[in-house]
């Protein structure tokens, strides 16, 4: 059973930085492929960054480039979100997600697992 977890989530202010953390497990870690995605009230899921299984290939949402760096420690099984200058538009539940395969994904319906999300709040 492929469990995911994620941490870190919190209220902050603008500017501020926050780390969020996905633990994963039920599964070999280092041969999925994973991402990061939130969602706002009234709004459609978007795409944060995904990363493949070796950390070889990256990719961001525009809103989220040269602000957030994703990342993973496959002999953690986590994967990590670093938020940085977060803004109020940041504000959302922040999900992680992971399935098997070595490519990077950027879209919702090529993942599998989900985890429960984790909330970001920015206020201004």
């Known amino acids: 059973q492929v469990r995911l977890v994620e941490s870190g989530g919190g209220l902050v202010r603008t500017g501020d930085a926050l780390r969020l953390s996905c633990t994963a497990s039920?599964?070999?870690?280092?041969?999925?492929?994973a991402g990061w995605f939130r969602q706002s009230p009234g709004k459609e899921r978007e795409f944060v960054a995904a990363?493949?299984?070796?950390?070889?290939?990256?990719y961001y949402g525009e809103s989220v480039r040269e602000r957030f760096i994703i990342s993973r420690d496959n002999r953690k099984s986590t994967l990590y979100l670093q938020m940085n200058s977060l803004k109020p538009e940041d504000t959302a539940l922040y999900y992680c997600?992971?399935?098997?395969?070595?490519?990077?994904?950027?879209?919702?319906?090529?993942?599998?697992?989900w985890g429960q999300g984790t909330q970001v709040t920015v206020s201004s």
């Open positions: 997600a992971a399935d098997w395969g070595l490519d990077v994904r950027t879209t919702s319906d090529a993942y599998d697992y």
């Open positions: 039920g599964g070999d870690f280092d041969t999925w492929t």
């Open positions: 990363i493949n299984w070796q950390s070889s290939a990256i």
